[in-house]
């Protein structure tokens, strides 16, 4: 499994950036791709979890409405477009992929079993 993180940058408060996650080594469907941030001092954090075999996709209440994720299953791509940037969604943005029936099952995201990571990009909003 290989998670390229890219379209990361420095972007005014208010601005938008859409950051892509290019995935291979694996069936598209047979994972949930997560994007997870972590600010300077702060543990990682959920962003946006999705799966595209189950058709779901889950916001944290932080982006809710301001962040949108977007798939391409023949480039086997994940977008996630981020609009109304505030300087609190200054972080480093991780692509992460976990196995299909144990990161989600039940109604229930499970963000532990996102097991696979890419390198992460640096998102900077600045005031």
């Known amino acids: 499994v290989q998670l390229v993180e890219s379209g990361g940058g420095l972007v005014q408060a208010g601005g938008s950036l859409r950051l892509s996650c290019a995935a291979s080594?694996?069936?598209?469907?047979?994972?949930?791709i997560g994007w997870f941030r972590q600010a300077p001092g702060k543990d990682r954090e959920v962003v946006s979890l999705t799966s595209s075999y189950d058709a779901t996709t889950y916001y944290a209440d932080t982006v809710k409405g301001r962040f949108t994720v977007s798939s391409d299953n023949a480039l086997n791509t994940v977008y996630l477009q981020m609009s109304s940037l505030v300087p609190e969604d200054t972080a480093v943005y991780y692509c992460?992929?976990?196995?299909?029936?144990?990161?989600?099952?039940?109604?229930?995201?499970?963000?532990?079993?996102?097991?696979?990571w890419g390198r992460g990009t640096q998102v900077t909003v600045s005031s």
């Open positions: 992460s992929a976990g196995p299909r029936g144990l990161s989600y099952w039940g109604g229930t995201w499970y963000p532990e079993a996102f097991g696979s």
């Open positions: 080594g694996f069936t598209f469907d047979d994972y949930a």
